[in-house]
């Protein structure tokens, strides 16, 4: 599995499973099995998909060491705040059955400075208690990153964002690009509206699935990806995205499909 260098030095796959919405053990066990036999080392999860603890129980019976795995989670928005964030996080670590996380991010920012600010100290000592390796974001716009770094505060190492070719985000990949921010997709198969002409030709083209198209732009665009499913022959299937390389005519193909398509909240109003 290929992997990218976070800004604090610390290794994260590219590829990795994303649990939302699996909230069914089997599934869950189906695809976090079959995940670990494919390669897969990354799993990505977050206190407000209510399925940390599923996760962490199925880990625990594949006996996989934990330092094998890549474990990411999330503050949930209800959470946020200082306190509640230290709190919310040590009730994932014991969900997850771990004593730590790989990577730590704010699910949503909002809209309130404060809050946020608060809420990614208290992130940053869990980085000085040695608690969590990473912290990041999701969802973030420049100015939200700002609020964060304003008074010399750590500069994340992800920014999570929807990102598939009917959402590029070119311009906020470059400004993170800038300050060695890490862009991570999530819905990187449109929740599974990937039907698109442009992509089935490119299919035909190299002799992949619509999905591996995708997933190769993606990566080869700068993103790690974590793709969601619970059936054993797509968790194979999305592994299969290193053993060929799109064309730069075929990458700005996909990169004019971009119409500013969203399947969420907007980031920039979003506030709870």
Excluded at 75 to 85: A, E, F, I, Q, W
Aim: proline residues 4%.
């Amino acid at each position: 599995m290929e992997t990218v260098k976070l800004n604090n030095g610390i290794e994260m796959p590219v590829l990795g499973l994303g649990v939302y919405k699996t909230l069914d053990s089997a599934e869950m066990e189906t695809a976090v099995n079959a995940a670990l036999e494919a390669g897969y080392r990354s799993f990505d999860t977050a206190q407000m998909y209510g399925n940390e603890s599923l996760l962490g129980q199925t880990l625990l019976k594949t006996g996989i060491p934990r330092g094998e795995v890549f474990l990411t989670s999330k503050v949930d928005t209800g959470n946020m705040g200082y306190r509640k964030t230290l709190e919310s996080f040590e009730e994932s670590l014991e969900k997850l059955r771990t004593d730590y996380l790989d990577l730590f991010l704010v699910h949503w920012p909002g809209q309130q400075k404060p809050r946020l600010q608060e809420t990614w100290k208290a992130m940053e000592e869990l980085v000085a208690a040695k608690k969590v390796r990473a912290i990041g974001v999701c969802n973030c716009t420049p100015r939200h990153i700002e609020w964060l770094t304003e008074n010399g505060g750590t500069v994340p190492a992800v920014n999570q964002v929807e990102h598939h070719p009917l959402n590029n985000n070119q311009t906020l990949q470059s400004w993170c690009s800038a300050r060695k921010i890490v862009m991570e997709a999530w819905a990187p198969l449109l929740r599974g509206n990937f039907n698109l002409p442009e992509i089935t030709v490119l299919a035909e083209k190299y002799g992949k699935t619509p999905a591996q198209i995708i997933l190769r732009w993606d990566i080869q665009s700068g993103y790690i990806v974590i793709p969601k499913s619970v059936h054993r022959e797509r968790v194979f299937e999305n592994t299969a995205v290193f053993d060929f390389t799109l064309g730069a005519q075929d990458m700005e193909t996909l990169n004019r499909m971009d119409r500013g398509h969203t399947t969420s909240f907007d980031p920039e109003t979003f506030d709870f």
